[in-house]
């Protein structure tokens, strides 16, 4: 069965720090990969994914996340946060099906939220 | 429209009652997906819907919960006799339904149980 683990259920740093989100997941394949964020009472928006290709992930808003097979790992990164940047962000992920099968549901990290302080 | 549409946006309702949350999605999407997400929580998937396959659901909490689809288009998710604890946003998604296409979301039915 697939998980997905993201560490640290809040994260703060400050304007123009590095923003490092970690995204674990558990899976029997490499799944495909998701970050979205959501924004204070609003829906969910996708960031990046990763399907296939290169590993390294380049996201709206200057976010990027590199899929890292050994490690099972598919951590979010931004080099230097803004304010507009507070938001919730969430890895999740989907079951690789050969070529033209279905997809199957999204499974969801717990999120992690993320504060920016002036 | 553009993107994946969701009614009543907020709905408060009395215990016992039953509520209906209706989905329209993106236009073209095989795929649909119902989530809920409790106040400070993740997402939980609760039902998946591709095209005319049987229903995945396998995250359906109760038989209070029950959601239909009309071919490819809307859906509605039914919570009967509703509890307080199901007060949370109620989420829709869609997509093409491939493996890996990307999943929309609607920005949710916001549902309080007093």
């Known amino acids: 069965a697939q998980s997905v683990t993201q560490l640290g259920s809040h994260v703060s740093v400050s304007e123009g720090a590095l923003v490092l989100l970690r995204c674990n997941y558990s899976?029997?394949?490499?799944?495909?990969l998701f970050w979205y964020v959501q924004y204070p009472n609003q829906g969910l928006q996708l960031l990046l994914k990763y399907t296939t290709g290169a590993t390294l992930v380049k996201g709206i808003n200057g976010f990027e996340a590199e899929f890292k097979k050994s490690e099972t790992s598919f951590h979010l990164t931004k080099p230097s946060a803004h304010m507009s940047d507070a938001a919730e962000y969430f890895c999740?992920?989907?079951?690789?099906?050969?070529?033209?099968?279905?997809?199957?549901?999204?499974?969801f990290g717990k999120g992690t939220k993320l504060s920016v302080k002036p | 429209g553009a993107g994946v549409s969701q009614s009543p946006s907020n709905k408060v309702t009395e215990k016992g009652k039953d509520v209906e949350l209706r989905c329209d999605p993106i236009s073209g999407h095989t795929a649909l997906y119902w989530y809920r997400q409790r106040l400070g929580q993740g997402l939980e998937f609760l039902i998946y819907?591709?095209?005319?396959?049987?229903?995945?659901k396998s995250g359906l909490p109760s038989d209070r919960f029950s959601a239909e689809r009309t071919g490819e288009s809307v859906s509605t998710l039914t919570i009967q006799r509703t509890q307080q604890e199901d007060s949370a946003v109620y989420l829709c998604?869609?997509?093409?339904?491939?493996?890996?296409?990307?999943?929309?979301f609607g920005e949710g039915s916001w549902l309080t149980v007093v």
């Open positions: 819907f591709q095209g005319n396959s049987a229903p995945d």
């Open positions: 899976s029997s394949v490499p799944p495909y």
């Open positions: 998604a869609s997509s093409l339904g491939y493996s890996g296409n990307t999943i929309y």
């Open positions: 999740a992920v989907s079951l690789r099906m050969n070529y033209g099968g279905s997809q199957g549901n999204l499974i």
